[in-house]
């Protein structure tokens, strides 16, 4: 069980455990830059926001490499497949399948760069 994460309103109401928990964790992994914050763990978050500036034929690779790096921590989560982007001027619109072992989850992040 975790804190659930209300993200409309940006609230805290309850908990949460199973498939939303992960969901969850995807979403909060993805989010955070890794190593910024000292509240959380140097393996905690992505670094995707270090794509800033680069060209996209850089990019791309390198949002699959970091999404995978970033989840792949999690016991839970067994693989990342299935990538899909799409590219619009500044920003790259990444959809994805998480794999684990509670079912498998799409998931989405959008990197500007």
Do not use: M, W
């Amino acid at each position: 069980k975790t804190f659930n994460l209300i993200y409309e309103t940006n609230r805290i109401s309850g908990f949460c455990d199973g498939l939303d928990a992960l969901k969850q964790t995807i979403y909060c992994r993805l989010l955070i830059p890794k190593d910024k914050f000292p509240i959380y763990h140097y393996t905690y978050g992505s670094e995707l926001e270090t794509l800033i500036g680069e060209p996209i034929y850089f990019a791309i690779p390198k949002i699959e490499y970091f999404i995978k790096d970033t989840l792949l921590e999690d016991d839970r989560i067994t693989d990342v497949i299935d990538f899909e982007h799409e590219v619009d001027s500044h920003t790259i619109h990444s959809t994805f399948t998480v794999v684990s072992n509670l079912g498998n989850v799409e998931a989405e992040s959008v990197v500007n760069i």
